[in-house]
């Protein structure tokens, strides 16, 4: 017999532009009305920009995701579901602190170019 999960879903997300060889660190706190984060995923407005980029998060201070992960690994694009693409974890939410450093090293884009990435954290609240 499957077990229902009545908690609801939510996402926050965490939105910054980066441009070319930037490093981008954000600091911030869950949603106190979350109480846990059950996964992430992310996006990024040019996909181009996929192949070279890198991500290391925190949440709660603990690592999650450890450095020089490939951002291409945890990359939602419209041929997937999110539950197919989403990195499972299990974290305390509730104010907790997040931190994400996000390395650029994409060789596809222009001396110029910036893009926009979504880092989504997936939560519950629970009833």
């Known amino acids: 017999m499957e077990v229902q999960d009545n908690n609801i879903k939510?996402?926050?997300?965490?939105k910054f532009e980066v441009k070319k060889g930037q490093t981008f660190e954000f600091?911030?706190?869950?949603?106190?009305?979350?109480?846990?984060i059950k996964g992430i995923f992310l996006?990024?407005?040019?996909?181009?920009?996929?192949?070279?980029?890198?991500?290391?998060?925190?949440?709660?201070?603990?690592?999650?995701?450890p450095d020089d992960t490939e951002v291409?690994?945890?990359h939602h694009n419209d041929d997937m579901s999110i539950k197919d693409v989403t990195?499972?974890?299990?974290?305390?939410a509730k104010n907790s602190p997040v931190r994400i450093i996000y390395?650029?090293?994409s060789e596809n884009l222009a001396v110029d170019d910036s893009y926009?990435?979504?880092v989504y954290?997936?939560?519950?609240?629970d009833n």
């Open 27 to 36: 600091n911030g706190n869950t949603k106190t009305e979350h109480d846990r």
């Open 10 to 14: 939510k996402l926050q997300v965490v």
């Open 43 to 65: 996006r990024l407005s040019n996909q181009q920009a996929l192949s070279g980029a890198t991500l290391r998060v925190w949440i709660d201070d603990t690592e999650i995701i």
């Open 103 to 105: 390395k650029d090293d």
């Open 121 to 125: 954290l997936l939560a519950e609240v």
């Open 72 to 74: 291409a690994l945890l």
């Open 116 to 118: 926009h990435v979504r």
């Open 87 to 92: 990195f499972p974890v299990d974290e305390k």
